[in-house]
């Protein structure tokens, strides 16, 4: 087994780079041996991450994501960060059904999959300086 692996991807805010983020992601932890479960986790959790910097953090206009992810171990961390407009107060926005945007049908929803998915989920932000979602998960427990 691969001890340390790192990748990084950077990509345009655009809502078609969504589906691309969660293959590679999927991809990545493929040596890790995960479980079909895993993976649609890992999956979800990054499509969240995603979708909330395009829409939130850039409110749908220009940007790059950046996308990191590293095994160690028997365990996948993944970081997906924005430049865009950034959150005053990261503790309400993670509330289940707290939207910015419930004219675009938005549930609110992200951070909650983000946390029943993933082992550990860390938010850093600030206005106009962007957001830092950290997700970690373990495979195979």
């Known amino acids: ?3 340390n692996n790192n990748v990084e991807l ?5 809502s078609e780079n969504e589906a691309f983020a969660r293959v590679v992601a999927a991809a990545f932890v493929t040596y890790l041996d995960p479980t079909i479960e895993e993976l649609q986790d890992i999956k979800t959790a990054v499509s969240e991450a995603v979708t909330n910097a395009i829409v ?21 961390i993944i970081e997906v960060h924005d430049d865009g407009l950034g959150m005053e107060n990261v ?12 004219e675009q049908e938005r549930s609110g929803m992200g951070f909650s ?4 998915f993933m ?9 106009g300086k962007g957001t830092t979602v950290l997700m970690r ?3 195979g427990e």
């Open 1 to 3: 087994m691969i001890e």
């Open 113 to 116: 999959f983000m946390e029943a």
């Open 91 to 102: 503790a309400k926005a993670m509330e289940p059904l707290y939207t910015t945007k419930p």
């Open 10 to 14: 950077l990509f345009e805010a655009r």
């Open 137 to 139: 998960k373990k495979i």
């Open 56 to 76: 939130h953090g850039y409110d749908n206009g220009p940007g790059k994501v950046r996308m990191r992810l590293k095994g160690i171990q028997n365990q996948v």
């Open 119 to 127: 082992d550990d989920l860390r938010v850093a932000s600030a206005p």
